[in-house]
Every structure is written in C-alpha cells, then in structure tokens.
C-alpha cells in the first residue's frame, strides 16, 4: 500500500486540516474526534488518490490549509513536495543534498509550518526555512557548522518544535544542545 496514503488517511482522520500540528495532537495523546470508524472494512478503507514519485523516504506529511507537504529523495538531493488535498503535485523544490550513506537512504525530518514558514531538516543537517507561499529559500542553518554538531550514524531526522513564536532545535552538540 502506498506509504503517502496510509499517512494521509491517518492526517485527514485525526482532524490535522483544522489543527495546528503539534506532538502527539495537542501534546497530551488524547484526541476527541468522533464519528471515527469503530472496525476497517475486510479490504481496508478506499482509496481516494496517491501520489507516485516522491523518491524515497521517512517522513511524515504536514497539512496546512489546502496543502500538503512531505518531503522525498530522489538522486542524492532532497525534495519537498506540495501537493493540493486531493493529491495533485502544485510545487516540487530542491532543499539540498540528503543521506545517502547507508541501507536508510532518503529523507527523513517531517515538514514543519507556521506563521507563512516551512521549516525542512536534511538528514546532512541542514535547516531550511522557506516562504510558504512562493517557496522562497528565507534562510539555511548548518547543524555541523553553526553549533559544532556531529551528525548521527543514519542521518539526522529531528524536525524543529515550534513553541508560540519560537522555533526549538537540538543539534545536540556540547555547546549548542537546545537553540531556539
């Protein structure tokens, strides 16, 4: 089964169109949705749509409005990937280089968004923070070289945690752990 469409059924059900996206829903691990399916259909749920072509990879899509985002690997580069609710391609941009140094090969930092932001970490260590709408590059930080950081044996895949009006990163080196 499509790898997109499981994780999008997941999104679209939990109510996320609606819902600014946070760990664990609201932090609490509690959802209060009804009108959720009480048993799955002998041959699961319908398949609206899916998307072919997003490369390989480990993350997780995010949903803001009418967009998705998610992230793929293709050729030793990563990609986002926006495409509209019913699953269309709108916009498909080059973040940089991605890991390709072992049997995990492909993106891996779910998309974070807030405030007209796109936040995507490489699985080299690289943030970037784009304009949700033109998809403008805005800015770009380097774990490794910014805050001394080494990066893990199959490649980063921390998305940044957006707190209020702060963005929290932990590169996790011995000076810089926790930024924000």
Same mark, same amino acid.
């Given at each position: 089964?499509?790898?997109?469409?499981?994780?999008?059924?997941?999104?679209?059900?939990?109510?996320?169109?609606?819902?600014?996206?946070?760990?664990?829903?609201?932090?609490?691990?509690?959802?209060?949705?009804?009108?959720?399916?009480?048993?799955?259909?002998?041959?699961?749920?319908?398949?609206? !749509?899916?998307? &072919?072509?997003?490369?390989?990879?480990? =993350?997780? %899509?995010?949903? #803001?409005?009418? @967009?998705?985002? *998610?992230?793929?690997?293709?050729?030793?580069?990563?990609?986002?990937?926006?495409?509209?609710?019913?699953?269309?391609?709108?916009?498909?941009?080059?973040?940089?280089?991605? !890991?390709?140094? &072992?049997?995990?090969?492909?993106?891996? =930092?779910? %998309?974070?968004? #807030?405030?007209? @932001?796109?936040? *995507?970490?490489?699985?080299?260590?690289?943030?970037?923070?784009?304009?949700?709408?033109?998809?403008?590059?805005?800015?770009?930080?380097?774990?490794?070289?910014?805050?001394?950081?080494?990066?893990?044996?199959?490649?980063?895949?921390?998305?940044?945690?957006?707190?209020?009006?702060?963005?929290?990163?932990?590169?996790?080196?011995?000076?810089?752990?926790?930024?924000?």
């Amino acid at each position: 089964m499509n790898r997109l469409f499981i994780i999008l059924f997941f999104a679209l059900g939990f109510n996320a169109l609606h819902a600014q996206i946070q760990w664990r829903n609201d932090r609490s691990g509690m959802y209060h949705e009804t009108g959720l399916m009480k048993s799955w259909p002998a041959n699961g749920p319908e398949l609206l !749509w899916h998307f &072919d072509g997003l490369g390989r990879g480990y =993350s997780s %899509v995010s949903i #803001d409005k009418d @967009k998705i985002f *998610v992230t793929g690997y293709t050729d030793g580069k990563g990609y986002l990937y926006v495409l509209s609710l019913d699953g269309k391609l709108l916009n498909k941009i080059e973040y940089g280089p991605e !890991w390709d140094l &072992d049997e995990y090969v492909g993106a891996r =930092s779910t %998309v974070m968004h #807030d405030d007209g @932001k796109l936040y *995507v970490v490489s699985g080299m260590m690289e943030l970037c923070c784009y304009d949700i709408q033109s998809l403008k590059l805005l800015w770009k930080k380097d774990y490794g070289k910014d805050y001394g950081t080494n990066n893990t044996v199959h490649g980063w895949n921390g998305p940044p945690l957006i707190v209020g009006e702060k963005l929290i990163i932990a590169p996790g080196g011995p000076v810089h752990h926790i930024v924000h």
